[in-house]
């Protein structure tokens, strides 16, 4: 597959950096000689954050090439992004360059926050908008707004590179996410003409309270459980009568003068200006995969959308050794030594043992069924340190599985060497008695056909149960 990238900027940069990383080649167009540097750097943060997100390996990257002849960039391209500057007459050029030289059959996109298909669409382009948030490689948020049949097959393209598409069904300026975005940025504005709060302590009362809430449940959803056990209705009744307050100043927009301008921006570097922007990236980064591993481990807001790609990510095919784990190391499971913390050795054994569990049939729908094996003891050794961003490889050696037990031996492995390796020991067990016991006859064949399988790879180095 491959996708054509007009506009390397930001928004561009992370659009090549999103289907690259789920295995697409990607060919970029845009005439700014620091184009190349600019989405190099893109990438390096890509590269670090979106593949800690995972429990699992993303595809292998594809081919990245720059161009400097827009129709060579469009030419066999499957979806074409345009991301120029919100220039109207600009983006018609770029559209009518596109329509020449695209496939019929290529899905283009337009990442314009403001303006409509209509408008993009009224000198005879074909593009529908496809307005995604920054960063593109971390936010699943993709806005689509044009031809119904068009925005379907873009769905499911989107779907399958971790993101997610919301159709809005009629065309309106700004669509819906930077709607909502405009009203508090406006408020704000009015906040700090007025001299009621500074950036910092705006910014402060989002991140410190109603930002945490809108992560996981949205504005309505949030709102509901403030209702109490009366839920909705009962919130519109204690807090209807309140809009008709002269609370805010969302049909005003302050004066867009010099002086605001120059208040706003010295707030914001004294706010923020000791970090580079690329420092404030990266931390930015660092907590939205924090945020979003805590949301993937419930399945909320865009928590759903990771676990539910991660389960259409194809999966380490059984082998005389199977891959049991694959995982890029992310910054939260190092420690202050800048190193994997020895927890998480065994976190990833640990899903190692329940691929491999899932090899034997010993599954999730076998554990619904009542059955399931037990750890009862680990032994781990530790080889060698690992730093945030290299990808280990798990494989797994059966030294044994008559009867109640499994004796699995894990080594884990960054390129061809190995960082440690985790011998653990299982029994089988009836949950609904919550004693040991025989598996079932299907579980017991494959076990031992395993058990047969790794006889003669003699007994790893380490192994001591």
Request: hydrophobic share 45%; with cysteine.
């Amino acid at each position: 597959m491959k996708a054509a990238i007009v506009g390397g900027g930001v928004i561009g940069g992370g659009w090549a950096a999103r289907f690259l990383l789920n295995g697409w080649d990607v060919a970029v167009f845009d005439p700014d000689p620091e184009a190349q540097r600019k989405i190099g750097e893109v990438l390096a943060g890509a590269r670090r954050a979106l593949p800690a997100l995972y429990d699992g390996a993303l595809p292998d990257e594809g081919r990245l090439t720059f161009h400097a002849d827009l129709a060579e960039v469009v030419t066999g391209a499957d979806w074409v992004q345009e991301s120029v500057p919100e220039r109207l007459d600009l983006k018609h050029r770029v559209l009518a360059q596109i329509e020449a030289a695209a496939p019929v059959d290529a899905i283009i996109g337009s990442s314009t926050s403001g303006f409509k298909p209509s408008e993009l669409n009224a000198q005879g382009a074909r593009a529908i908008v496809a307005h995604p948030f920054n960063p593109v490689y971390l936010l699943p948020l993709i806005e689509l707004v044009g031809d119904a049949d068009t925005c379907v097959r873009a769905g499911e393209t989107l779907r399958a590179i971790g993101m997610f598409p919301l159709h809005i069904r009629k065309e309106i300026d700004a669509h819906i996410a930077d709607r909502l975005l405009e009203a508090v940025w406006r408020e704000s504005l009015w906040l700090v003409t007025d001299g009621i709060a500074t950036t910092e302590e705006i910014d402060e009362a989002i991140r410190m309270g109603f930002g945490l809430r809108w992560a996981q449940m949205g504005l309505f959803e949030t709102y509901r459980i403030a209702g109490g056990e009366a839920g909705m209705a009962h919130f519109m009744a204690q807090f209807g009568p309140c809009l008709e307050w002269p609370w805010t100043k969302l049909t005003d927009v302050p004066p867009f003068t010099p002086e605001l301008v120059e208040l706003i921006a010295g707030q914001s570097d004294a706010q923020s200006g000791h970090r580079s922007i690329r420092e404030l990236e990266r931390l930015r980064d660092d907590n939205l995969v924090g945020i979003l591993r805590s949301l993937k481990r419930t399945g909320s807001g865009a928590g759903g959308v990771i676990r539910d790609h991660e389960a259409r990510l194809p999966r380490p095919q059984a082998a005389d050794l199977p891959v049991t784990a694959e995982q890029q190391v992310p910054q939260s499971w190092t420690d202050y030594n800048g190193h994997m913390n020895e927890t998480h050795y065994l976190e990833l054994a640990s899903r190692a043992t329940d691929r491999f569990m899932a090899l034997i049939g010993a599954d999730a729908a076998y554990v619904a069924a009542g059955q399931s094996y037990f750890t009862v003891e680990n032994r781990v050794r530790y080889l060698a340190e690992v730093n945030a961003g290299e990808r280990l490889q798990v494989t797994t050696q059966v030294l044994g599985g008559a009867g109640k037990k499994l004796h699995l031996f894990h080594t884990l492995r960054r390129g061809g060497g190995e960082v440690a390796t985790v011998e653990t020991l299982l029994l089988h067990v009836d949950l609904g008695t919550r004693r040991t016991s025989l598996p079932s006859e299907a579980v017991a064949a494959e076990t031992e056909a395993w058990v047969t399988r790794h006889s003669g790879l003699g007994r790893p180095e380490g192994a001591s149960i």
